[in-house]
Antibody
Framework: QVQLQESGPGLVKPSETLSLTCTVS????????WSWIRQPPGKGLEWIGY???????NYNPSLKSRVTISVDTSKNQFSLRLSSVTAADTAVYYC?????????WGQGTLVTVSS | SSELTQDPAVSVALGQTVRITCQGD??????ASWYQQKPGQAPLLVIY???IRPSGIPDRFSGSTSGNTASLTITGAQAEDEADYYC????????????FGTGTKVTVL
């Protein structure tokens, strides 16, 4: 069965760019949609955006100006870049297959924005 | 502000039934999905397309919808069902944007 694993720095400085990668194993990234979702500590879930294996994407309007999601089918990976981060971007970041129904999810990775 | 509204917390006696609701105008047009999240874990899909239960999810979990409200019902709640539950659907923008509900903490007494 498909499994997802997030990777990337756990600490990012304010105003810099957060970069994470999600590696898909146990299946192909092809012909499917893939999403990023985040959860600030002690708060609810927020959809960030999704990408189709072909490269077309869609983002949360509240983050659209700062977000880029890309896909590398040769590596079975997709990635998130979030620019100009502030403390408000501190969260556990999850990758998941979806949208419409997010399943499965990666285990999540905590990214802290701090100098 | 979130476009899908849930009660912050509900409690249920062991073995009894609890219903969690999710309200939003977009639910009149789009399917809802439901996620269970236990502390320190990633969310788990328990219901999709309003009422379909994925393989491996106990049949005590069921979903329904009426008008602008989607519901998740746990019939015969077990101690392991204590968790946060989130609904999800598209928003009403006309674009394929997705939004999560505010979340409901379920406590099993």
């Amino acid at each position: 069965q498909v499994q997802l694993q997030e990777s990337g720095p756990g600490l990012v400085k304010p105003s810099e760019t957060l970069s994470l990668t999600c590696t898909v194993s146990g299946g192909s990234i092809g012909y499917d949609f893939w999403s990023w979702i985040r959860q600030p500590p002690g708060k609810g879930l927020e959809w960030i955006g999704y990408i189709y294996y072909s490269g077309s994407s869609n983002y949360n309007p509240s983050l659209k100006s700062r977000v880029t999601i890309s896909v590398d089918t040769s590596k079975n990976q997709f990635s998130l870049r979030l620019s100009s981060v502030t403390a408000a971007d501190t969260a556990v970041y999850y990758c998941a297959k979806g949208p419409a129904m997010f399943d499965p999810w990666g285990q999540g990775t905590l990214v802290t924005v701090s100098s | 502000s979130s476009e899908l509204t849930q009660d912050p917390a509900v409690s249920v006696a062991l073995g009894q039934t609890v219903r969690i609701t999710c309200q939003g105008d977009s639910l009149r047009s789009y399917y809802a999905s439901w996620y269970q999240q236990k502390p320190g874990q990633a969310p788990l899909l328990v219901i999709y397309d309003n009422e379909i239960r994925p393989s491996g999810i106990p049949d005590r979990f069921s979903g329904s919808t009426s008008g602008n409200t989607a519901s998740l019902t746990i019939t015969g709640a077990q101690a392991e069902d204590e968790a946060d539950y989130y609904c999800n659907s598209r928003d009403n923008s006309g674009f394929p944007n997705y939004v999560f509900g505010t979340g409901t903490k379920v406590t099993v007494l």
